[in-house]
């Protein structure tokens, strides 16, 4: 029995890196999941231990793997551009896994005045709370302005909560998710630039959306000094925010 549970516990650790990395890099997955029953992945979710005395539907290990999961998912469908009946009918089927992990979340609290020594946060709840919001934006994106606008807002809010003393205990790949949030942003000053009027019609949503975006990239030159690859990240941000500036 704990050999088989260890065995589970090792395969989904190798399923979020590969998820992560595909996230962070946009590689092909390692471990494909199709819809084939051939395909598909049947491992068990992570299951904690009798004495761990917690639901298993509120296992962390097992809401990091589904949070990951959903997010990847999530991203390929946002990127998909022929809106047919197979994407609506994929679409569907995540908005109703992302409505189950979240009613499965507990809340994260941001600073524990309990801990001693960094991080001040917990670290996996916040991995797990950004990935579902990202999730969010990607699946409403074009479909619900306001629950994309209060997902944005959310990660947000997270980010604000971390000390720098936090950055180093992050998952590194968390730049990659402040990254769709960065492109969401700079939608809406995209947005607000081409619409009636113009800039100057729109001047304080681009404001807070310029603000939002210097935040963004600012944690992710704060994660660089740990995970280089967010400064990468940052670059590639900057980088558009220049273009859609001219």
Known sequence: MEETRNRISAFWQVFIVDR?????????????DGDSNHARIKTPWPMPLPQDNVEPSKYIPALRAKAVAL????????SNAIKDDDYWGQHSTAVIAL??????LPM???????????????????AIHTAA???????????NEEETTKAMRTVLSLIRQLSDADYEFLDPTLSAAWTC??????????????????PAAYS?????????????????????????IA????????QERQRIRR
């Open 133 to 143: 919001n990202v999730t969010v934006i990607h699946l409403y994106k074009d479909i």
């Open 71 to 78: 997010l990847e998912r999530s991203g390929r469908l946002s």
């Open 231 to 238: 400064g990468e990240h940052a670059k590639k941000v900057e």
């Open 204 to 228: 304080n949503v681009i404001a807070v959306a310029e603000g939002e975006l210097d935040v963004i990239c600012n944690a992710m030159r704060v994660m660089s000094a740990f995970f280089p």
């Open 181 to 198: 949030v960065a492109k969401a942003y700079m939608r809406t000053i995209s947005l607000a630039a081409e619409a009636p009027g113009g």
């Open 108 to 126: 994260f609290v941001g600073f524990e005045p309990w801990r001693i020594q960094a991080p001040f946060i917990d670290a996996d709840l916040f």
């Open 20 to 32: 992560c990395w595909t996230i962070a890099n946009g590689l092909p997955l390692a471990l494909p």
């Open 99 to 104: 409505k189950r992990l979240s009613s499965s």
